[in-house]
């Protein structure tokens, strides 16, 4: 496995460029804080983001921005390369990730992804109550005794959602308008099937979603320019008025 890794390092290595960008994302687990680093740039026109690193801070008790720092150069180490190297660093708008940044004196690029959440959450808890519905049929249906009529129409058993996923939500919602004329007839699940009026409701919802899903592609995108995510966050905000402002700028100068 050490050569393996020893041989990916290598590769990548070969890759990087005279200078590219960063990008950082923190994320805890059993007790441990881990921190993934990220390079970008472009290749043959080609936009690449090869993993760096994704391990424990070198001190797990001091999250700041100079903690940060010696991470990255430790890492960079790794790669011959050195601070120097690094152009932009693209990160969530929270001040250590600013701080960092200024401390670097390269710009720091905003990512869209916590604004978006935050839209989604809301929207989500608009609708908790469709959603729940929704989630107590699946789940019935999953069980050992109602499985074997889904099994019949997809291959798979009906999706829940999970709370840190929130396309998990879109696929439950889009699984159970697949399946729910075949759940309404399973005798253990008409008690708790949702009633005609509420259909409709979940028709209104499962077109939001689709609008929801539609701007989570697009953020995707690998060829999605700066001013281009602007714009779109800009019309994610015009399509449903409670999502965050856009006061919060996706380049900060």
Known sequence: MNDVCFAVEARIQQ????HFGIVLDDWSAAGTSYCCIMASFCLDDVVKTPMLA???????????????IAF???TLEL????????TFVIGDNCSVNQRMAGLLIVPPVNCVRPRFNLAVQRMMEEHKNLLDRIHCVILRARSVKNRS???????????????????????????F?????????????????PAP??????????????????????????DLTLSETRVLMDALCEKFPRCPT??????RS
């Open 197 to 222: 009026v509420e259909i409709d409701a979940m028709h209104s919802l499962r077109a939001v979603l689709d609008v929801m899903q539609g701007f989570t592609l697009a953020f995707q995108r690998e």
């Open 15 to 18: 890759q990087l460029p005279e």
């Open 54 to 68: 994704f391990a424990p801070m070198l001190d797990e008790g001091d999250h700041s921005a100079a903690q940060h």
């Open 177 to 193: 308008f697949e399946i729910k004329d075949h759940l309404a007839a399973i005798t253990d699940l008409r008690a708790i099937f």
């Open 149 to 175: 009529a889904p099994r019949l129409l997809i291959p798979l058993a009906p999706k829940l959602r999970n709370d840190t996923r929130w396309s998990s939500t879109y696929a439950m919602v889009a699984c």
């Open 246 to 251: 856009t006061s919060a700028r996706v380049l």
């Open 72 to 74: 990255i150069e430790a």
């Open 79 to 86: 790669y011959s390369k050195t601070l120097d190297a690094i």
